[in-house]
């Protein structure tokens, strides 16, 4: 698979994962009525952190692979691909934000 396309897709599952935990994060108070004030913070931080794993595979495991079958110069380009991606979707957000203020 191409770098450019390897890094569209996953900067897509990226930006679908972060759009799950977002609306979990929005409707938080309609699915978890009643939190105790030591499980709320815990869930966040367990959240926060099976969200680094998470996107930390699919950020990096393909490129890893890549890297380690002495494609070098795909596994870099695949990163930085990711990157540009995730950007571009970053810059799509901010302007439906704006646009459905």
């Known amino acids: 698979m191409k770098p450019g396309k390897l890094g569209f897709l996953q900067a897509l599952g990226v930006a679908l994962y972060c759009s799950l935990v977002g609306l979990i994060m929005w409707q938080g108070?309609?699915?978890?009525?009643?939190?105790?004030?030591?499980?709320?913070p815990v869930m966040v931080l367990l959240l926060f952190s099976t969200s680094v794993l998470i996107c930390g595979l699919l950020v990096f495991y393909k490129p890893y692979q890549l890297f380690f079958e002495g494609k070098k110069k795909e596994a870099i380009s695949a990163v930085v691909s990711t990157a540009a991606f995730l950007f571009v979707f970053l810059f799509i957000f901010v302007?439906?934000?704006?646009?459905f203020k």
């Open 95 to 99: 302007l439906l934000m704006i646009l």
């Open 29 to 40: 108070n309609n699915i978890f009525p009643k939190v105790s004030p030591y499980f709320g």
